[in-house]
């Protein structure tokens, strides 16, 4: 059986099991479909914690990344691990106390501002919107490739099965299946990880394959020999500014992130949000410390593959045939000579790779099983589709409860809060289409300005909503503003070729600080703004300092109230 059809035969079986439990555990009120009722089991929430956490950008990009950057790679693992602790242990516990249902729900009810709740909730859209074209990226390309129809049609397909459980489902049905895909998802990263480990180094477990085998140390000479950056030094591929000033702002950006703060809403008590966590953090880790392995592996396998290999050799290989169909995948002979060669050169390179097909070519390059190789093509999609619904949802929140019900109607019904959600859903996945269809740059790329954005508008605000009782509704609505406006401006005129048609960028980086780690210095604006205005204007009224005071003593689970 060929791999296409094993493909598609494991996307049919896994989006049925995602459609059944989408109906399954349909939303019939708002309480389910915002916050799946505060009843979902910790482990369970675990497991959908990680499941949204993990997007395209890590099954898909970060191995990629890792793999063509070297050391500096890892600043997407150091990011995103980095930002979720800091979540997990910041601020999660004490915004479940709260009792909220959205990020912008609790900042608009502790700065008492529904102009404050108003701009968290356009902040919450930008950085939901930016996040989710690159899954829909991701879904394209996964499509592309097995089902043999081009990256637009493969993101349309995505469009339509994303739009169905997250319509119907809300965050119930989301839920249950980010658990289901959790599961689908690491197991597709995990074999062919260990397959390839063996195959390579003797040794099954791929984290003690990659640091006691030589192939680290014959990666770096091969990268040398074809006048690539040495694979293991820091700081060959990016600044030393620039890889601390992106990993803050994937570190900071983590904890500013709605849709994944809104998970822990969906437990019932203080408690219950601190054990998620903990489950979450050892799912999580199973795939960030096999994704540095299979990176390496990767390049490593590829470079053996194709370079300095005769053309027609090179031209006979199926895998080769079935990616340079898609484009992802671009191989001319430069020089003529009959031989293809990576080089450090882009003039002289003549073999071009897109990061994100790293993952789903593995496989195939490692010549492993065609079941394997369909496994990583469903466990693709999962990543994808799981963090997407979230997403969604955060982004339809946003609107039907925090800006119609919360400011413009407040006599709404259930029956109408719940079609303005499920309204919004659908124009929101049409939004992340056209996105996923003309993206700014790569999967892990894109989700990178998603992090920025967040950094410099929802985590200062969240921060200071917390740990500072004097912090008021002015200095909270002009720091969002500041940090939102200044980080949005900053990446439009960097990545204005894309976005604007521009022929080159209207400015190359910030005082030598590039696209992906602006949001720090958004950030520290926001933060500046915040506190001026803050100490400049009346302080807050003394129940909301008591209330500061209260959600940081650490017992009740702040049940959310009685209007939502």
């Given at each position: 059986m060929s791999v296409e059809v094993l493909t598609l035969i494991f996307v049919m079986l896994t989006f049925g099991l995602y459609a059944y439990i989408g109906w399954w555990a349909k939303a019939v009120d708002t309480k389910?479909?915002?916050?799946?009722g505060n009843?979902?089991?910790?482990?369970?929430?675990?497991?959908?914690?990680?499941?949204?956490?993990?997007?395209?950008?890590?099954?898909?990009s970060m191995a990629g990344l890792i793999a063509f950057l070297g050391y500096d790679g890892t600043v997407y693992l150091m990011g995103w691990t980095g930002g979720y602790v800091l979540l997990a242990l910041l601020l999660a516990p004490y915004l479940r106390k709260f009792g909220r249902y959205t990020v912008p729900d609790f900042i608009g009810d502790r700065f008492y501002s529904n102009k404050s709740?108003?701009?968290?909730?356009?902040?919450?859209?930008?950085?939901?919107?930016?996040?989710?074209?690159?899954q829909m990226r991701g879904v394209g390309i996964v499509f592309s490739r097995y089902l043999g129809v081009n990256i637009e049609i493969g993101v349309i397909i995505g469009m339509a099965l994303i739009m169905?459980?997250?319509v119907i489902g809300g965050m119930k049905g989301i839920t249950w299946t980010q658990v289901a895909q959790f599961f689908i998802l690491i197991v597709a990263f995990v074999v062919p990880a260990v397959a390839i480990s063996f195959k390579l180094t003797g040794n099954p477990i791929p984290?003690?394959?990659?640091?006691?085998?030589?192939?680290?140390?014959?990666?770096?000479?091969?990268?040398?020999?074809?006048?690539l950056k040495e694979y293991i030094l820091p700081f060959q591929n990016m600044s030393k500014l620039n890889v601390f000033m992106m990993t803050m702002a994937l570190m900071v950006g983590t904890a500013g992130l709605p849709h994944v703060i809104t998970r822990f809403y969906t437990v019932k008590t203080v408690k219950g949000a601190r054990w998620s966590a903990v489950w979450a953090l050892l799912f999580i880790a199973i795939l960030y410390t096999t994704a540095p392995a299979v990176g390496m592996f990767s390049k490593f396998n590829i470079i053996d593959t194709v370079h300095n290999q005769?053309?027609?050799?090179?031209?006979?290989?199926?895998?080769?045939?079935?990616?340079?169909?898609?484009?992802?995948?671009?191989?001319?002979?430069?020089?003529?000579d009959g031989v293809y060669r990576l080089s450090g050169d882009p003039a002289t390179n003549e073999v071009n790779i897109d990061k994100d097909i790293i993952v789903l070519s593995t496989p195939e390059v490692a010549q492993l099983s065609p079941v394997i190789i369909a496994l990583v093509a469903a466990g693709g999609l999962a990543a994808a589709l799981s963090t997407a619904a979230g997403l969604l949802l955060a982004m339809s929140s946003a609107v039907s409860h925090d800006i119609y019900y919360k400011i413009y109607n407040r006599n709404a019904t259930e029956k109408q809060r719940l079609r303005v959600a499920r309204v919004m859903i659908f124009l929101s996945v049409l939004a992340a289409g056209y996105f996923g269809i003309n993206p700014p740059g790569f999967v892990g790329e894109v989700v990178a300005f998603a992090f920025g954005i967040a950094a410099a508008s929802l985590f200062p605000a969240?921060?200071?909503?917390?740990?500072?009782?004097?912090?008021?509704?002015?200095?909270?609505?002009?720091?969002?503003?500041t940090g939102l406006v200044f980080t949005v401006v900053m990446l439009v005129l960097m990545k204005s070729v894309p976005l604007l048609g521009t022929e080159t960028?209207?400015?190359?980086?910030?005082?030598?600080?590039?696209?992906?780690?602006?949001?720090?210095?958004?950030?520290?604006?926001?933060f500046a703004v915040g506190f001026v205005v803050s100490r400049s204007t009346k302080e807050p009224p003394q129940d909301i300092q008591e209330m500061v005071e209260n959600i940081r003593i650490p017992k009740g689970s702040g049940e959310p109230q009685g209007d939502h």
């Open positions: 389910s479909f915002y916050v799946a009843d979902v089991p910790i482990i369970a929430n675990g497991a959908a914690i990680a499941a949204d956490w993990m997007s395209a950008a890590s099954f898909l709740r108003a701009v968290a909730a356009i902040a919450t859209i930008f950085v939901s919107l930016t996040y989710v074209a690159g169905f459980f997250a984290q003690f394959g990659m640091i006691f085998s030589d192939v680290a140390q014959r990666l770096g000479e091969a990268q040398i020999e074809a006048g005769p053309v027609e050799e090179i031209q006979q290989i199926e895998w080769v045939e079935k990616w340079s169909t898609t484009g992802l995948l671009g191989l001319n002979d430069v020089n003529e969240i921060f200071l909503g917390i740990f500072d009782k004097r912090h008021n509704r002015e200095g909270a609505t002009a720091g969002i503003v960028p209207i400015i190359e980086s910030f005082f030598g600080i590039d696209a992906a780690g602006i949001g720090i210095v958004g950030m520290v604006l926001h």
